[in-house]
């Protein structure tokens, strides 16, 4: 899949995808790489206003068909929003069984025990201790099974109940 991506082969591989906008701290990703070893890469994939500028340890590509393609490539995804609603991507990241670091919004609330943990504001040297963090702790069963609970028809069930509740207060 990295050779498919052209990504390095014999590095770690920190992935994002989703829009490159000043909200998800692209540039603040971007510059975690220098608080990480030099064996560790990162690539962002999407589109947007804050398109990130590449280098020899950042990649950068358009959207892609498959994102897990993407996420199978990577050894952890970060996530470093200001705010999210539901985070696609980092539900998307565990999904494929990659070790996830995130500050703590949208979903990622329900397992911040259990992923590399970014504190709010995510500065580039907090970004990368919540890389290592990620890596360190690896999947485990908690983060598994909550993924089971993140079907399409579970999702469409508690929006049906917030607009009843919403139209019935």
């Not at 703590?104 to 963090?133: L, N, S, T, Y």
Request: charge should be negative; hydrophobic fraction near 45%.
């Amino acid at each position: 899949v990295r050779r498919k991506l052209g990504l390095p082969l014999d590095k770690w591989l920190v992935g994002y995808v989703g829009r490159f906008s000043p909200e998800k701290r692209i540039r603040s990703i971007v510059q975690s790489v220098e608080h990480l070893p030099p064996d560790w890469s990162i690539v962002l994939v999407g589109r947007g206003s804050d398109r990130p500028i590449a280098s020899d340890r950042v990649f950068v590509r358009d959207a892609v068909e498959h994102v897990g393609d993407v996420w199978k490539a990577c050894s952890v995804g970060v996530v470093a929003s200001d705010s999210e609603g539901y985070c696609l991507s980092a539900v998307e990241c565990l999904a494929a069984g990659v070790p996830l670091a995130s500050t703590p919004v949208g979903a990622v609330r329900d397992v911040w025990d259990h992923v590399g943990q970014i504190e709010q504001p995510a500065e580039p040297q907090a970004i990368a201790a919540g890389i290592a963090q990620a890596r360190s702790r690896g999947i485990c069963g908690e983060l598994s099974a909550w993924i089971d609970t993140q079907s399409a028809a579970r999702m469409a069930a508690d929006w049906e109940g917030w607009l009843r509740e919403i139209a019935n207060p």
